[in-house]
């Protein structure tokens, strides 16, 4: 896996094993208490609930991460890209925060579509 800009060895990871459907493994990347918000979801906490998540929603979806940048002087990483499912593909931001052992506490999944695109989604 490689994301221009984006060397950190937990996100490659994140990025591998989601792809893989390896969903307890990219759960185990985040910190025990840590937190996953996908869209139109409220925030997934613990690494028990995130890998119940994947498994019901995360299903045949392949991440295409293009590009990122590491904030300077933060643990937090920014990911552009795109997510395609089964049934469609969008333009897709990550943000992620790490703590100081390198798990993940926070990422957050944006949708980069129009208000229009947005609802055909949700149906």
Do not use: C
């Not at 990025?15 to 840590?34: Q, R, V, W």
């Amino acid at each position: 896996m490689e994301i221009e800009g984006i060397s950190h060895p937990t996100i490659l990871r994140y990025f591998e094993t989601l792809n893989a459907g390896e969903f307890e493994a990219t759960s185990e990347l985040f910190d025990p208490e840590g937190a996953m918000q996908a869209p139109f979801e409220s925030p997934i906490v613990g690494r028990s609930a995130i890998a119940d998540y994947l498994q019901r929603e995360a299903v045949g979806l392949q991440a295409f991460p293009r590009e990122g940048i590491a904030v300077p002087e933060t643990t937090d990483y920014q990911i552009t890209g795109k997510v395609q499912m089964p049934m469609f593909s969008v333009n897709v931001t990550w943000f992620f925060t790490l703590n100081d052992n390198q798990e993940i506490t926070f990422t957050r999944i944006k949708l980069n579509a129009s208000p229009q695109e947005l609802m055909k989604l949700r149906g």
